[in-house]
């Protein structure tokens, strides 16, 4: 087993791959110490209590609340984006006025 496939493999469901790791930690002081640092990782998330019905209630709410505040806050972006585009039509639609005046007022010159 390499160094590299020890967090793989001591995160498995399987046995005989945990077991392997485990074997790989007893020779790699490096991958014990990631071994200690997880097994901590999972001591500390299993002494979180699960989380109370309003509780719970109340982080939906909030997350709920946040996704409008998000849009405000992209709001001036699109305004300007929209800005920009509408800019640019008037701009093309200027240019194309200006042309087929260019070009009504040239005929009459060419043609006899
Ligand atoms: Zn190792």
């Not at 996704?67 to 240019?95: D, I, K």
């Amino acid at each position: 087993m390499k160094c590299e496939d020890f967090l793989a493999a001591v995160e498995s469901k399987n046995l005989w791959r945990r077991w392997r790791a485990r074997a790989h930690a007893a020779n790699c002081q490096n991958c014990a110490e990631v071994s200690k640092m997880v097994g901590e990782l999972h001591r500390e998330l299993s002494q979180v209590e699960p989380i109370s019905r309003a509780r719970r209630q109340t982080w939906i709410q909030t997350a709920e609340n946040a996704v409008p505040a998000r849009a405000l806050s992209l709001r001036p972006r699109r305004q300007y984006r929209y800005v920009a585009s509408v800019g640019g039509a008037a701009a093309l639609v200027l240019v194309t006025i200006g042309l087929l005046i260019w070009n009504t007022t040239r005929k009459p010159a060419v043609s006899p």
